[in-house]
């Protein structure tokens, strides 16, 4: 059961380790990234903030979809995290489990607009955010789960 996918651009981190993963109760958390895989140092880190008695799994994209779809992960209570709206986008377009999506971090860049604390976003990216909505995907903004949940509908353009 897919509890929540995260966007943040930090990945796994203390916040998201330990608040979210115990907040939502999960038992696996699956990073989908297509560097992480790849990039000795980006998983050394992540595994380093995994919590005690959660199973951490780092797959790319694709495989991450392949698995999904398998239903090899319907057995945990899994929390995805991924680096991008565009890499949420892809998961939610090929996975119909996922019902919610949590934008946690995602960094000022040139031409983003800040829609929240900690949210940055290029047009682009509202406009996936946007076809994330019309599918009847929950996508709210909160960085820890004890933030005030906001709707991102309510900020973003469409």
Known sequence: MIKLLRV????????????WTQSLGVDSILIANDDVPNNELRKTTIKL?????????IKNIEDSI???KSGVTDKYKLFIVVESVADAEKLISECH?????????????????????????????EKSIKRILEKGVEVEIRQVPSDKKVNASNVIKI
Do not use: Y
């Open 8 to 19: 943040d651009h930090r990945l796994l981190h203390g916040q998201v380790a330990f608040s």
């Open 49 to 57: 903030a995994k919590p005690q008695g959660v199973k951490l799994v």
């Open 66 to 68: 392949k698995a999904i």
């Open 97 to 125: 489990k996922i019902k919610q999506v949590n934008l946690g971090g995602i960094k000022a860049r040139e031409g983003t607009r800040n829609i929240s604390k900690a949210i940055n976003l290029l047009p682009q990216e």
